[in-house]
C-alpha cells in the first residue's frame, strides 16, 4: 500500500512519502546575490564559500510511526576543511560509509522549528552513492527529538502543509 495523507494547506490527498530540501546552504544566501558567483562554488552535494566554509548536503531522517520509509529533510551542514577534504576523497565511491562520520554543524532553517542553525550533527556516508544520514545530537530540541523518536502521519500532513503551502501549525 502506498503512503498517503490529506493536505490542509491545499485540500487533496497526497501519495508517497513527501521529502523537502535546500537548493544551498543557509549561509549561502547570507551571500549577496551579486557576489555568489564570484565567492561560491555550489553543486548538488557540496558547497564552498570564500575557500574558507565547507559544507555538505544530506538526508536528515525522521522515522513515520507504521510506515517503512522515513520522512526527510535535504539540508546542508558545514564542515571542517580536514573533515571536508576527507569527504571529498571518498564520496565518488561506491563503498564509503566505514568512513566517518564527520562532525558538523546544521547549515538550514527549517520553518516548523525553533532555531535549527547550527544544531551539532554527525554526518554518515552511505554506501551505493546514497546521500549522507545526518544525525542530530541527541538533545530536547524538537526537531532532534522527532529524529529519535519518530512522528506520525498527521505530523507529516502538517509540516508538508507548512511548507509547500506556508500553512502555520503547531512548531517542533
Known amino acids: 500500500m502506498t503512503f498517503e495523507f490529506f493536505c490542509s494547506g491545499c485540500g487533496q490527498v497526497h501519495r508517497g ?3 523537502l530540501d535546500a537548493a544551498a546552504p543557509l549561509s549561502y544566501y ?28 544530506g ?7 507504521g ?23 571518498c564520496y565518488e565511491s561506491e563503498k564509503r560509509s566505514h568512513v566517518g562520520p564527520f562532525f558538523g554543524w546544521l547549515n538550514a532553517a527549517l520553518k516548523p522549528y525553533p532555531d535549527t542553525a547550527s544544531l551539532k550533527t554527525h554526518v554518515h556516508l552511505r554506501d551505493d552513492f546514497i546521500r549522507p544520514f545526518i544525525e542530530l545530537e541527541p538533545t530536547d530540541h524538537p526537531l532532534a527529538v522527532e529524529q529519535r523518536e519518530g512522528i506520525s502521519v498527521e505530523r507529516v500532513a502538517q509540516l508538508y502543509a507548512t511548507m509547500m503551502h506556508d500553512v502555520d501549525g503547531d512548531r517542533g
Open 17 to 19: 512519502m513527501p521529502a
Open 30 to 57: 547570507a551571500v549577496p546575490k551579486d557576489e555568489r558567483e564570484a565567492r561560491c562554488q555550489l553543486d548538488s552535494d557540496a558547497c564552498i564559500i570564500d575557500g574558507s566554509q565547507y559544507f555538505v548536503r
Open 67 to 89: 510506515e517503512p520509509e522515513p520522512f526527510s529533510w535535504g539540508v546542508w551542514v558545514s564542515l571542517s576543511e580536514q573533515s571536508f577534504r576527507q569527504w571529498v576523497t
Open 59 to 65: 538526508c536528515l531522517e525522521i522515522p513515520v510511526h
